[in-house]
């Protein structure tokens, strides 16, 4: 049976800060496309492509990192 060490919850959540800060700053948002039918006449169909976009300003990527890292320290450091 596998067994690992316990981890602190500022230390996980650190992490998982780190996680999305790292994502956010390399994607600068998350985009997605959208198909609508706009045509539909017997055999004859046509749709229109959508493209979606939720920006992420890189502050917020680099607060979450900022805030990850102190987290990541201050849970190591608690031990």
């Known amino acids: 049976m596998l067994s690992f060490p316990r981890m602190k919850t500022a230390t996980i959540v650190g992490i998982l800060l780190i996680v999305l800060g790292l994502g956010g700053l390399v994607l600068q948002g998350i985009s997605w496309t959208t198909e609508e039918k706009v ?41």
Do not use: N, W
């Open 39 to 79: 045509l539909d006449i017997g055999p004859i169909e046509a749709t229109k492509a959508e493209e979606h976009r939720v920006p992420i300003p890189p502050i917020a990527g680099a607060l979450a990192l900022a805030g990850g890292v102190a987290l990541v320290i201050v849970g190591s450091r608690s031990r």
